[in-house]
């Protein structure tokens, strides 16, 4: 029987996950998040076949509870895609879509439009997603940017922000790319003999491999996409979206016991001043010794991190009272390490804020990493946030605030009661 135009939907579902071990089976409103996933793929209209491929019975046997189909596969792929090739062997069908199965608030609308755009236009090798995002989202490395060419095929795909805004009024946009593939059975079959590229394992992204084999990706656009579910937190958001209810996220702040922050553009603008005598001299700013001190008074530890030192320093660091500090240092990931021990907390009780590649080694040793407004964009990319005040502007004074109020202590810097409370030890 032929199969042009066969269009089957492929549900990869691993049970394992670092972050949410079972995720395929995670209860959703009473149904496991599969069968969330399983049930919009049916209501694509262009869907002939939709089946479950998965590495572990559990989730065979949940998928055949509410009367699904499922594929048992191997438990050694090392791709969602990979997963896919051996699928094709036990589904025939002439386009093959892949469809996360930790997307549950997927469009239907979204993959008719995919594969309708496969169907069209028999010259496409692979199809795939987009949608417009804020330069904000942009800088996060892991959602994945698009560039595009003229008739909408992918020139490159990124972890970082592309196409740089050299001339921000000629930048096109930022574009995310959302994981939904569409395959067809001859690229599928081609795709293991396919060399990983360098490309591919410098950004971890397998949809580079197919770029650098010269294959043709589609994108279309859609509207922006609701979330996915990584982790615990991502599930609960998912769960009160499904219930209509109102999600209010606790902030990653909330569990911080410790800062740690750069001096020289951090404290800083970044500038150094020399007086005649060769001392060094320095300009701080207020607000960050009073978030500083509010953060100490609040039982958050703080620590002062420099890769130079000076009598400069040290006063301003004795004035405010913070006694965990190392000045000179080279090895800040060695420093952040011993600085935690010594404040008895771990890596994710820990969050840190920086300004360029000399602090990269304290991003990597911390829980959460923030950088400066004016930190350059390949520093940007390493941080779980980028703050809005650039360094020596109250950046410093910009997080102790957002961790102060993730901790239910924002009145010490917004009511006169509140920092009445902690005045005692206050210091600017």
């Known amino acids: 029987m032929s199969t042009a135009n066969r269009v089957a939907l492929v549900i990869p579902a691993r049970f394992g996950s670092s972050r949410l071990p079972g995720k395929p089976l995670a209860d959703l409103l009473g149904k496991p998040m599969v069968q969330w996933v399983f049930e919009k793929a049916q209501q694509v209209p262009s869907a002939h076949t939709v089946v479950v491929a998965t590495d572990d019975q559990r989730i065979v046997d949940a998928v055949n509870a509410f009367g699904g189909k499922a594929v048992l596969t191997s438990k050694h792929h090392p791709s969602g895609t990979d997963r896919l ?52 989202e942009a800088q996060n490395p892991n959602t994945v940017k698009v560039v595009l060419g003229q008739a909408g095929n992918a020139l490159y795909f990124s972890r970082s ?31 293991a003999q396919l060399p990983a590229s360098a490309l591919e394992q410098t ?24 979330p996915g579910v990584d982790t615990p937190e991502c599930l609960e958001k998912v769960r009160a979206i499904l219930e209509g209810k109102p999600y209010a996220p606790v902030s990653p702040l909330a569990q911080v016991k410790l800062l740690i922050t750069d001096v020289d553009g951090v404290l800083t603008d970044g500038g150094i001043y020399y007086d005649a005598t060769g001392e060094c001299l320095k300009r701080f700013h207020v607000r960050d010794g009073l978030g500083m001190r509010l953060l100490e008074e609040c039982g958050i ?17 004795a004035d405010l009272g913070i006694g965990l500090h190392a000045f000179g240092v080279k090895d800040k990931y060695a420093a952040c390490l011993a600085l935690m021990e010594q404040a008895g907390v771990t890596a994710d009780q820990t969050a840190c804020i920086g300004d360029d590649s000399i602090d990269l080694p304290a991003f990597a ?17 390493h941080a779980s946030g980028v703050l809005a005040l650039a360094g020596g502007q109250g950046a410093v004074r910009e997080l102790a605030d957002a961790i102060l109020t993730a901790h239910g202590r924002a009145d ?11 005045s005692g030890g206050a210091a600017q």
């Open 365 to 381: 040793a911390c829980g959460l990493s923030y950088a400066v407004a004016d930190a350059p964009s390949y520093v940007k990319q």
């Open 85 to 136: 090739v051996e699928v094709m062997g036990q589904v025939e069908a002439d386009i093959y879509i892949n469809l996360q199965g930790d997307e549950p608030l997927v469009r239907p609308s979204d993959v008719e439009q995919l594969a309708q755009g496969m169907l069209a236009d028999p010259t496409v090798d692979v199809g795939t997603l987009y949608h417009a995002i804020e330069d904000e």
């Open 161 to 191: 922000p592309i196409p740089y805004p050299r001339e921000g009024d000629k930048h096109p946009g930022f574009k995310k790319h959302v994981g939904v593939y569409a395959y067809r059975k001859r690229i599928l079959e081609q795709y």
């Open 301 to 317: 530890r703080v620590a002062v991190l420099s890769g130079r030192d000076s009598p400069t320093l040290r006063k301003r660091v």
């Open 412 to 422: 010490v810097f917004n009511s006169a009661k509140g920092f009445h409370s902690v």
């Open 203 to 226: 950004e971890q992204l397998e949809q580079l491999r197919l770029l650098a084999a010269g294959l043709c990706i589609r994108a279309f656009e859609v509207e922006p996409t609701g």
